[in-house]
Nanobody, 121 residues
Framework: QVQLVESGGGLVQAGGSLRLSCAAS????????MGWYRQAPGKQRELVAS???????NYADAVKGRFTISRDNAKNTVYLQMNSLKPEDTAVYYC???????????????WGQGTQVTVSS
């Protein structure tokens, strides 16, 4: 089994910064893609940023230029550096990994429990 554990969420004033971390553990063979999603109250879950094993990144238009995603393959960890935060960024942020385990052939999606990010105005 694979577990994803997020950390780094909290309360910050508009214009501030937070750094989210997500560590994957368990019977991991490889991690093809890792990313961050967020869900605000009453809204659909949306992709914030993703990064492939080849370091290809993708960002939602709303966060381009402000957020940076990175990964440390040796630690099975993905990070999201969030700068110039806005109240509109307030949401629960979920870590996602498309992961192949040591005991199964096909990869699948795994999700963390989420971490709350609240940006005050």
């Amino acid at each position: 089994q694979v577990q994803l554990v997020e950390s780094g969420g909290g309360l910050v004033q508009a214009g501030g910064s937070l750094r989210l971390s997500c560590a994957a553990s368990g019977s991991i063979f490889s991690i093809n893609v890792m990313g961050w999603y967020r869900q605000a109250p009453g809204k659909q879950r949306e992709l914030v940023a993703s990064i492939t094993s080849g370091e290809t990144t993708n960002y939602a238009d709303a966060v381009k230029g402000r957020f940076t995603i990175s990964r440390d393959n040796a630690k099975n960890t993905v990070y999201l550096q969030m700068n110039s935060l806005k109240p509109e960024d307030t949401a629960v942020y979920y870590c996602n990994g498309y992961i192949k385990t040591k005991y199964t052939l096909p990869p699948r999606d795994y999700w963390g429990q989420g971490t709350q990010v609240t940006v005050s105005s």
